[in-house]
């Protein structure tokens, strides 16, 4: 296939939408800046406490309201009108940074500060994420759908690499306050964007489901096909208990190689880039399959499991390069599958099953990465993360298998 055809599928959601162009610059931004205000957070916490668990609270404010709100948001994205709701949640975020900012630069920042801030933005997120990945639907489409979500992928892994890098070097020279500033200033760029688009408006359903009932019906959703069962249960199982590298890298750097923070962030970045590349094969297939989240999710085990028992950098930088994009394949290509299987009236929900199987047992996860290191190191964590996910890959292609293989009629009996 000739580079410059290659170039044209890798890309086509950006060629062929204009929507999804200014989505795409929108949260180009955004996303930097929301991981340089991760850093600031950390820091900052560290920095008033002294205290390696107050930085792990931080943590564990932030992503608990995903937990319990996600599913909730996926029912009010099916309800509403998709650009206020992203909107209006990314207003939130934009006043939580705001705010951030001001207390810190002027030098009345408290820890309570940060952990109800850092609520506040949780729940925000957690209403955000159903809402945006169901307008991307709206904007490009079925056929160019697991490209776009192929490439946001890339988007945020991207930003992940740059924005604590950049974070780090504001805090450095200016202080945790400017990167606040700087994180509030890039929410404007992604109203503006979301102001702009041009989304033909959600077709009538005919009738409006209580929230509550609606929760209700994305789970029966969730359920009711094998196909979906088996993606929603391979994310929510190796997004708990595989994918718990905020925690385990770190523990890696400094227990396992005995190195310092220059090395996490070695590492930290290899594994970024490994998703960046996963994330471009995403987006050239343009394809969401099963087969991507169960052989993608096998891979992601499989090479955790190489991983556990090495001490030597030049390895683990090539194994987390290969676990980053067998992660990718697995992520992106669940969310695409999901909201393909859904009916118009669960697009919103669909995306909220994804988000909280993906993130919802990160708090549980966490802090079981955190005892296995405890009791048997990163080697320890690491085989039983990689082990959950191949279990977890087997078992799905297994019960997939089993209904396609044809059933032998029944024999007669005999008189």
């Not at 690499?161 to 760029?189: E, H, K, Q, T």
Request: proline share 4%.
């Amino acid at each position: 296939m000739r580079p410059a055809r290659l170039r044209g599928r890798t890309f086509a959601s950006l060629h062929n939408h204009r929507d999804y162009r200014l989505y795409f610059a929108g949260n180009a931004v955004s996303f930097v800046g929301t991981w340089m205000q991760q850093i600031a957070a950390y820091w900052l916490v560290l920095e008033l406490t002294r205290s390696p668990v107050a930085v792990g609270a931080l943590a564990l404010v932030q992503t608990l309201p995903i937990t319990v709100f996600a599913l909730l948001g996926g029912a009010i994205a099916d309800r509403v009108d998709l650009r206020r709701m992203v909107i209006g949640c990314e207003s939130v975020l934009a006043a939580v940074a705001t705010t951030l900012a001001a207390l810190a630069l002027t030098g009345a920042i408290e820890v309570w500060h940060l952990y109800a801030l850092g609520f506040a933005q949780g729940v925000a997120i957690a209403l955000d994420a159903p809402a945006r990945h169901t307008l991307v639907f709206r904007i490009v489409g079925r056929d160019d759908l697991p490209n776009a979500v192929a490439l946001s992928s890339a988007l945020g892994t991207s930003a992940r690499i740059a924005g604590p890098a950049l974070g780090g070097l504001v805090v450095a020279a200016a202080g945790p306050g400017v990167a606040f500033a700087v994180n509030a200033a890039s929410y404007a760029f992604v109203i503006c964007a979301i102001v702009a688009i041009r989304v033909a408006p959600r077709p009538p359903t005919g009738t409006v489901t209580p929230v509550l009932a609606g929760i209700a019906e994305g789970l029966r959703f969730a359920f009711g096909s094998r196909r979906v069962t088996v993606v929603f249960l391979t994310v929510l199982v190796v997004g708990t208990f595989s994918f718990n590298f905020d925690v385990l890298l770190p523990l890696l750097a400094k227990h396992t190689l005995d190195e310092g923070a220059e090395v996490f962030g070695l590492i930290a970045a290899v594994f970024g880039c490994g998703a960046l590349c996963g994330a471009l094969i995403l987006a050239t297939v343009g394809r969401a399959r099963l087969l991507l989240v169960l052989g993608g999710a096998a891979g992601f085990g499989a090479f955790q499991l190489l991983l556990a028992p090495q001490e030597t950098l030049l390895v683990v930088c090539v194994l987390l390069f290969g676990a980053g994009i067998f992660y990718v394949l697995w992520g992106s290509s669940a969310l695409a599958t999901l909201q393909l299987a859904a009916p118009e009236q669960l697009r919103g929900r669909a995306a909220s099953l994804y988000f909280f199987a993906f993130q919802g047992g990160a708090p549980l996860g966490g802090l079981l990465a955190g005892w296995l290191v405890a009791h048997g190191g990163t080697r320890l964590a690491f085989a039983c993360a990689g082990t959950v996910a191949v279990v977890v890959a087997g078992a799905g292609t297994a019960s997939v298998l089993a209904v396609r293989r044809p059933r032998r009629a029944p024999s007669q009996a005999v008189p």
